[in-house]
């Protein structure tokens, strides 16, 4: 995967060169290898959690090879990566998608990325311009609603967020739509109001969906080139709405990589979607072995 070039540059290569080049496994080797890992954005609590599994690795199976333990460290991630889901299940008569993160994260290109995979597959999507407090989301909003051919609910700038999200439900509900993806502010400046305005959103979308057993996720959009700014500013989306899972964007840009697994295990959020490029199919479903498989390959 082309998208993953500086990762697999500045991470993997780096790791790689931590286990080759050396006849032993030693004190040294663990060192350098925590170096790596945090500088890669894999997280503290992540990075000893690895180092103590690959030492007990050694212990378990005599293990005398540094290149030898290389593959146990592909093993470990992979076991840390594993059993997450990515994608989107839409099982419901009525799929709700709220969509959180900081401005330029890549919210809108996320959701309209998503609303041009479903719409494709045949499915009824719809969008709501929640954002109604950043001059032109609501504009850029429709403009990808005109482009996908999808409706776009919204109303004026300035108006209840919440009004918005209400209004946008039942009208997914009077028109059968499948996939209502739901965009909301992400400005930082004021974030406690933030905070406030998304649970109120999140409250309203809760109860109208109740009331016609709709699905309602939570997405949050990450920055993956913001490293352990993205890891912070997750903690306090999640608290506040409950996040059920993370689109993590611009992978492409980054060589830290090590933020996918930081996501995970640092969180405990699952990963649904990678952005590794601008364009629609650079959207992707996250699969942990389809991913492991391109970095180590
Ligand atoms: P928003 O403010 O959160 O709505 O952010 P936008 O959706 O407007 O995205 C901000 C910028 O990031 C845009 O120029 C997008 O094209 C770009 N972007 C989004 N996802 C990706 C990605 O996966 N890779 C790259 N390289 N750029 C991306």
Redesign the pocket.
């Known amino acids: 995967k082309e998208g993953l070039r500086k990762t697999k540059q500045g991470f993997v290569d780096k790791v790689s060169n931590v286990f080759s080049g050396r006849t032993n496994i030693d004190d040294d080797l663990f060192e350098e290898l925590e170096e790596v890992l945090i500088q890669a954005d894999v997280g503290v609590k992540t990075t000893f959690a690895l180092i103590e599994k690959l030492q007990e690795d050694v212990e378990t199976e005599n293990i005398t090879e540094p290149e030898e333990l290389m593959n146990y460290f592909q093993k470990e991630l992979q076991t840390m990566l594993q059993n997450q889901e990515g994608g989107f299940k839409l099982d419901k008569k009525l799929n709700i998608i709220m969509v959180v993160?900081v401005?330029?994260?890549?919210?809108?290109?996320?959701i309209a990325k998503i609303a041009g995979r479903y719409k494709n597959q045949g499915k009824k999507v719809m969008l709501a311009a929640g954002d109604t407090f950043r001059a032109g989301a609501i504009e850029q909003l429709q403009i990808w609603g005109d482009r996908l051919g999808v409706n776009v609910i919204a109303q004026q700038e300035g108006s209840d967020a919440a009004a918005v999200a209400y209004d946008a439900v039942q009208s997914a509900r009077a028109r059968d739509v499948d996939l209502l993806i739901i965009d909301t502010a992400?400005r930082l400046h004021t974030q406690t109001n933030l905070m406030e305005e998304l649970k109120k959103v999140k409250r309203v979308i809760d109860r109208e969906a109740a009331e016609i057993a709709a699905g309602v996720e939570v997405l949050l959009?990450l920055d993956a080139t913001t490293g352990q700014n993205a890891i912070a500013q997750a903690k306090l989306f999640n608290q506040a709405v409950n996040v059920d899972g993370v689109a993590l964007?611009?992978?492409?840009?980054t060589a830290k990589g090590g933020i996918v697994i930081a996501v995970k295990n640092e969180l405990g959020l699952p990963i649904k979607l990678i952005?590794?490029?601008?364009a629609a199919e650079?959207?992707q479903n996250f699969d942990p072995e389809e991913f492991i498989e391109a970095l180590f390959s």
């Open positions: 993160g401005n330029g994260a890549g919210k809108t290109t996320t992400g959009v964007t611009k992978l492409d840009g952005g590794v490029g601008e650079d959207l």
